[in-house]
Nanobody, 124 residues
Framework: QVQLVESGGGLVQAGGSLRLSCAAS????????MGWFRQAPGKERELVAA????????SYADSVKGRFTISRDNAGNTVYLQMSSLKPEDTAVYYC?????????????????WGQGTQVTVSS
């Protein structure tokens, strides 16, 4: 089982930027597609961005295209989410998750476990 620890969240003004990190404790990190998800109060968890095992393919939710960038460091077992031009509607708890050998990445409901996430709050 992959252990995931998210970090980098915080309080930022609208228009600002944050960089989230997700550290994975697994020896075969490069065999996992990785995704960033978010859940706002009263809403379902949604996929924000995903990256394939080698990093050659990425996908984004329409709401974040052009503002967020996902990347990964397979040597360091870490995936990142660079968030720019943040909006109040980006406020949520952000989670990462790992999908073994699967692309496109699975839907949020298909993951059996989640980490604690990191809170992102964007003030207007």
């Amino acid at each position: 089982q992959v252990q995931l620890v998210e970090s980098g969240g915080g309080l930022v003004q609208a228009g600002g930027s944050l960089r989230l990190s997700c550290a994975a404790s697994v020896r075969t990190f490069s065999l996992y597609s990785m995704g960033w998800f978010r859940q706002a109060p009263g809403k379902e968890r949604e996929l924000v961005a995903a990256i394939s095992r080698g990093g050659g393919s990425t996908s984004y939710a329409d709401s974040v295209k052009g503002r967020f960038t996902i990347s990964r460091d397979n040597a360091g077992n870490t995936v990142y989410l660079q968030m720019s031009s943040l909006k109040p509607e980006d406020t949520a708890v952000y989670y990462c998750n790992a999908d073994f050998r699967r692309w496109p990445i699975s839907a949020p409901r298909d993951f059996g476990s989640w980490g604690q996430g990191t809170q992102v709050t964007v003030s207007s």
